[in-house]
């Protein structure tokens, strides 16, 4: 991730003197971040460009410059955190945390769980790994099962204390004596995030889609 390669580089920088102005030549500032004068260079104008710090070179060959700190590393961490949050980009999160689980799980609640963001409901959950989109029914994972357990709703559901569906969407069902035709009631009252109210012909066309 780059920017915590370019976070990592400040933190060496600024050990050095734990924040205080720094006297330095552009070898000893490349030799601290392992890297070429010619990339040391590069690193400070980018750091300057964005607020980081103030370098003001001397010209001369072996001249000491002056380097000024204008922000911690740990207040760059936190910046960096909050915007990769806002932008739904978790695990660039939790790359540049590398905090205790306590700290990261207080730094990480407001972000997660369920929010209305732009009149939209959306669910935000760490996840250990890419995730496809969530199609009940078309899941291999175990964890993407558990997911979407959780978030749709099918015509019956099974509790973990029975082995016996119960309602769901449905509050009954009727089968026929030869068990070839299953007649579900749908409840009255039910509706999508939005308010829209389900239809049986939504129903029926994700059931169509399942069984095909």
Not at 169 to 191: K, M, N, P, Q
């Amino acid at each position: 991730m780059r920017l915590l390669n370019r976070l990592k580089q400040y933190q060496r920088l600024w050990q050095a003197s734990d924040g205080a102005p720094q006297d330095a030549t552009m070898g000893e500032l490349a030799a601290r971040c392992f890297c070429s004068d010619r990339h040391m260079r590069t690193l400070l104008r980018q750091a300057q460009e964005t607020g980081w710090l103030d370098w003001q070179a001397r010209s001369g060959r072996g001249k000491r410059g002056t380097l000024t700190f204008l922000v911690s590393p740990v207040m760059l961490r936190n910046q960096m955190m909050e915007q990769a949050l806002n932008k739904g980009q978790q695990h660039d999160a939790l790359e540049l945390a590398q905090l205790a689980p306590v700290e990261l799980r207080a730094l990480l609640h407001p972000f997660l769980g369920g929010q209305w963001q732009n009149n939209t409901p959306t669910l935000r959950i760490p996840y250990y790994r890419p995730l496809e989109p969530l199609h009940p029914g078309f899941l291999p994972g175990r964890a993407e099962q558990h997911l979407a357990g959780h978030i749709f709703s099918g015509l019956t559901r099974f509790s973990q204390d029975s082995t016996q569906p119960h309602g769901d969407l449905a509050h009954h069902w009727e089968v026929s004596d030869d068990g070839l035709c299953w007649r579900f009631y749908i409840r009255s009252t039910l509706h999508w995030h939005n308010g829209d109210a389900v239809t049986t012909g939504q129903l029926q066309t994700r059931l169509e889609m399942l069984l095909t």
